[in-house]
């Protein structure tokens, strides 16, 4: 059995050695570009994840190129062959976090109304709260890199999400709203605040339940109080 199995092992190589012999070298090439990309490609996102985790996790101070090397089981040499220092791989870790968040949004489920987004966009932040985390470290700790806007210095992309949600009920008639844009920031700080509040705890089950009806709640009885409600 094993002299059979070792056959098949040199009948299966023998095969392989002669298909290459038929592509000529241009495509040789090129796979060898596509392998090494991939490759590339799955170094530097176990480094973005395990950079990520620890930023959330552990802090800046916690945070050295040496200590994500070797958690990430490769020579601090490879490391700075991706990165030049640690500024570049947060800024990395940043870039693909709100890359990464935004495309789980739109493959969100679509719901009957504004009230229902809301509840599915706070359960969405708790459910990615590592990531939430690390986009807020990421502001506290380079918010100097980041223009003012009209509105504060965080960039509208990031209560994107808590806009489309008001949109969606102005469009809706379920409220009106008299600066969707302040609004919005507002509550995604809201949301967040609760985040920094119980990471890395984040709740599970009824009590998960139970806070996503106090945020849901408090944030309607914000907005409806100071706002007509159209029925």
Avoid: C, W
Avoid at 192 to 204: A, R
């Amino acid at each position: 059995m094993v002299n059979s199995g070792k056959n098949n092992e040199k009948y299966i190589s023998d095969v392989i050695v002669q298909k290459l012999v038929t592509i000529d070298f241009d495509t040789i090439i090129k796979l060898v570009y596509v392998i090494e990309r991939v490759f590339y490609m799955k170094i530097e996102d176990k480094i973005i994840k395990v950079t990520r985790s620890i930023f959330a996790n552990e802090g800046n101070k916690s945070l050295g190129l040496r200590e994500v090397a070797k958690r990430t089981g490769i020579a601090t040499s490879v490391l700075y062959y991706y990165f030049k220092d640690k500024d570049s791989l947060l800024k990395a870790v940043f870039d693909r976090t709100n890359t990464e968040l935004g495309k789980l949004r739109k493959k969100l489920p679509e719901q009957n109304n504004a009230l229902d987004m809301l509840t599915q966009r706070i359960l969405f932040q708790l459910d990615h709260s590592e990531m939430i985390i690390t986009v807020l470290k990421y502001y506290l700790k380079y918010r100097k890199t980041f223009a003012k806007q009209h509105n504060g210095f965080v960039p509208e992309k990031a209560y994107l999400h808590i806009t489309e949600v008001l949109e969606r009920g102005v469009n809706d008639k379920e409220f009106i709203i008299t600066n969707i844009d302040v609004d919005a920031k507002v509550i995604t700080h809201a949301i967040n605040g609760f985040i920094m509040e119980y990471y890395p705890n984040i709740p599970t089950g009824k009590e998960k339940e139970k806070l996503i009806t106090q945020i849901h709640g408090f944030i309607m009885r914000a907005l409806t109080n100071k706002r007509k409600v159209v029925n």
